[in-house]
């Protein structure tokens, strides 16, 4: 499953109780961080935010509402809310939701701003910000209760740059007079929402807006249906010591007046928005373009098998000509991918999809094909999944039988027809643009935002412009060239057809997969394996040569 990480810290200071008579000053500051200019965007924080401010404004909240924070507008946002804070005296109650992306180094919890480049784990003290550091402003505003919501982390897009590698964030402690409550476990990650918000802050702020629940009951009732929505996979989590309460939405039951009726349309659409995403974790989103399942049981081994178009690729008819090969947007460029040089391929067709486990079951029916794909828990077994767990001879034996069943000649794709069919004349990193944005295709969840857990089944995701799904991300993908690290520097441009060097000790991969990260997933990444090497992640598509 593809998760989310959200951080809520509630800080009570003073342990004075508040009844329903006694109307507190109330302020709020919420940031939304989605815009992420180094890292994949992400789609619930902005749009969480929103919702959060809302739910509040109608709690008489004076709300300071902030989106896309780069580092000195999120410290600009700190300095302008403790200041209101302290100015407002000390029954004030102080109130903050972050949503974006958080991280955790060494036990310490960091927000990050849109503008954070760590490429090292020791950038993060300087890009990012402490969640403490929020924490001990709120202290020393001097005021008696202090509530804080981190929605912070989003599974750490940075962790395989770290010696730790560890998910989620760390634990907090509570001070006295205070409640730190997590979506989820320290060390777990959340799930994002299936629509515009998480299943955590829709939660939340039905809850919130709920008369008669006092701050430690909004958390509990929270936790206990978060814990069902997503079938026991998330549990949010709460350290708590504080001594008074607060009612959010007041002590008493729901009074009419002015606002109430708006504020009953709130709690029912919150009640309308919890259902929909319970609705849709039990059940996968609309896909475009899925081809079709072989219906057909298929022969015991060594039985003939009837070639229907299911079993038969589908393929997409490129009409070939001159193009640049390598690292073109000049962005997160690799010294592999450099120079950029002219190439010309001929007409070809190849795919539309990767290979997928029907048409492999096919080929090891025949005896066409030796090694049985693992078909393991990601895949779940089902024939509109790619193939996994195959090797470049394992996809060569397919290629020998697909030629000779058809009669027609099949073959792995050069790197050049594979990059040509994927960018064409494209300049940017990917075929949508420049920028990486979430459900446009399966790979990491931070960067993605996609449903599936692994991979998912081909033609889930829109085509590019040259007709081809997946070309980017679910598996990656094998052809038919040995891998040179310095074979660009070589290359004679214009070239014709190249096939990559003579010789070599590792294949060419392509693609990315549903492990990979938005650097990874750019049209111009290569990268070699040893021809015997298999891996859930990788798999391959095939060109028939133009007749």
């Known amino acids: 499953m593809k998760k989310c990480m959200v951080l809520s810290m509630s800080v009570f200071w003073g342990c004075l109780f508040l009844s329903a008579a006694q109307a507190e000053k109330r302020i709020a500051l919420v940031m939304g961080n989605s815009a992420y200019q180094n890292v994949g965007e992400l789609a619930n924080p902005a749009n969480d935010a929103r919702l959060i401010a809302k739910v509040l404004r109608t709690q008489n909240f004076e709300v300071i509402e902030r989106l896309d924070l780069t580092q000195k507008k999120m410290k600009r946002a700190f300095t302008e809310f403790t200041r209101k804070l302290k100015r407002a005296g000390r029954d004030t109650v102080g109130f903050v939701f972050y ?11 960091y927000l990050v701003p849109i503008d954070a480049r760590i490429e090292v784990e020791g950038d993060v003290d300087i890009e ?30 940075y962790r395989s740059l770290f010696s730790s590698g560890t998910r989620g964030l760390a634990q907090m402690g ?22 515009k918000n998480s299943p955590y802050s829709v939660t939340l702020a039905k809850f919130l807006v709920q008369p008669g629940l006092g701050i430690e009951q909004v958390f509990k009732a929270t936790r206990q249906e978060v814990f069902a929505m997503t079938k026991e996979r998330q549990l949010p989590w709460e350290s708590s010591s504080l001594i008074g309460n607060f009612y959010p939405a007041g002590a008493g039951k729901a009074r009419n007046g002015k606002g109430s009726s708006e504020l009953s349309a709130l709690r029912k659409k919150l009640a309308e928005m919890q259902v929909k995403l319970s609705k849709g974790r039990q059940q996968d989103s609309k896909t ?31 009409p070939g000509g001159l193009f640049n090969l390598g690292c073109v947007s000049g962005l997160g460029c690799e010294y592999d991918e450099h120079p950029v040089h002219k190439v010309r391929v001929g007409r070809f067709s190849m795919s539309k999809y990767e290979i997928t486990f029907a048409q492999c079951k096919a080929c090891l029916a025949e005896g066409g094909c030796t090694h049985k794909p693992n078909i ?10 790619p193939v996994t767990y195959v090797n470049w001879h394992d996809a060569v034996q397919y290629v020998h039988w697909l030629s000779k069943k058809t009669g027609q000649k099949w073959r ?4 050049a027809e594979w990059e040509y069919a994927a960018r064409g004349e494209q300049l940017s990193p990917y075929h949508w643009g420049d920028l990486m944005k979430k459900k446009l295709a399966n790979c990491r969840k931070s960067n993605c935002g996609d449903q599936w ?34 074979f660009y520097k070589k290359a004679s441009s214009p070239s014709n057809n190249p096939a990559g060097p003579a010789t070599g000790k590792r294949r060419v991969r392509r693609g990315g997969s549903w492990n990979s990260d938005a650097h990874s997933l750019r049209i111009s990444d290569r990268y070699g394996f040893m021809p015997d090497y298999r891996a859930n992640d990788l798999g391959f598509r095939l060109v028939r040569e133009a007749e």
């Open 99 to 109: 949503a974006g992306h958080g991280l955790q180094v060494r036990g310490l919890n």
């Open 128 to 157: 990012a910000i402490s969640a403490n550091s929020l924490l001990f402003g709120m202290k020393e505003a001097g005021n008696r209760m202090n509530v804080i919501i981190f929605d912070a982390c989003r599974n750490n897009p």
């Open 174 to 195: 509570s001070p006295r007079g205070s409640l730190v409550a997590f979506s989820t476990a320290p060390g777990s990650v959340a799930a994002d929402g299936n629509g």
């Open 288 to 318: 475009v373009s899925r081809p079709p399942v072989a219906s057909a049981v298929l022969a015991k081994k060594g039985q003939q098998v009837t070639m229907s178009r299911s079993v038969i690729p589908e393929l997409v008819d490129l």
């Open 376 to 385: 393991w828990g990601e895949n779940r077994g089902g024939d509109a999944y």
């Open 412 to 415: 792995l794709p050069t790197e």
């Open 453 to 486: 857990e692994r991979t998912s089944p081909v033609g889930s995701f829109a085509p590019n412009k040259k007709g081809s799904h997946d070309m980017l991300g679910n598996v990656r993908e094998w052809v038919s060239d040995w891998y040179g690290a310095k």
